[in-house]
């Protein structure tokens, strides 16, 4: 699964460009009801495994995206390798 490059915003973490949107499109609060917030990240130059991530943060700012990243990859998301997406719930 690839981001689409509409609507996506840029991210650098420790040195590698990734792209991330907030689930559901711009302006779209998709989790108003639950108080979960859900975006999306995939590195910038390869079509590898995405990062599903939820949070109980809002807005969804660029902090929040990179911390996930780190997160995510510190459970062992590999963005440059194919695959299903990597899920990471509840990142505060």
Do not use: N
Not at 6 to 17: C, S
Not at 44 to 55: N, P, R
Not at 62 to 78: D, E, K, N
């Amino acid at each position: 699964m690839a981001l689409r490059k509409k609507g996506t915003r840029l991210i650098t973490v420790d040195g590698v460009a990734y792209r991330w949107r907030v689930s559901g499109g711009a302006g779209c609060c998709t989790g108003c009801a639950s108080g979960r917030f859900d975006f999306v990240v995939e590195q910038a130059d390869q079509k590898g495994a995405v990062l599903m991530a939820a949070t109980s943060a809002f807005p969804v700012v660029p902090s929040i995206v990179g911390a996930g990243v780190r997160a995510a990859l510190a459970h062992g998301w590999q963005p440059a390798r194919r695959g299903l997406a990597f899920r990471l719930t509840e990142l505060v």
